[in-house]
């Protein structure tokens, strides 16, 4: 079992960026890739972006291209999204999420392990 812990949500004008991080434990976690999900109220939890392993594939929705860079630290147990341009839209619960599967099999949001979820308010 993987336990995962976000944390760097909150309140930010739109325009404005914010870096979440997930940080992954539990003896299972080797060759996991990690990924980001979110939630706006109301509305059924999306793919954000995944990361393979190895650090190497990246996978992004559309709405946060060019906007939100996933990454994950050398020792492979924390990943961030590093999200700029905020817009009101991308105000959701963000998920991190780890899985042994492929970082691209990550987008059905098929996984195993979610984190409890970090709150991202983004104001006009």
């Known amino acids: 079992q993987v336990q995962l812990v976000e944390s760097g949500g909150g309140s930010v004008q739109a325009g404005g960026s914010l870096r979440l991080s997930c940080a992954a434990s539990g003896r299972t976690f080797s060759s996991y890739a990690m990924g980001w999900f979110r939630q706006a109220p109301g509305k059924e939890r999306e793919f954000v972006a995944s990361i393979s392993w190895s650090g190497g594939r990246k996978y992004y929705a559309d709405s946060v291209k060019g906007r939100f860079t996933i990454s994950r630290d050398k020792a492979k147990i924390t990943v961030y999204l590093q999200m700029n341009s905020l817009k009101p839209e991308d105000t959701a619960v963000y998920y991190c999420?780890?899985?042994?599967?492929?970082?691209?099999?990550?987008?059905?949001?098929?996984?195993?392990?979610w984190g409890q979820g970090t709150q991202v308010t983004v104001s006009s």
């Open positions: 999420a780890a899985d042994p599967a492929s970082a691209s099999d990550i987008v059905t949001g098929n996984v195993g392990s």
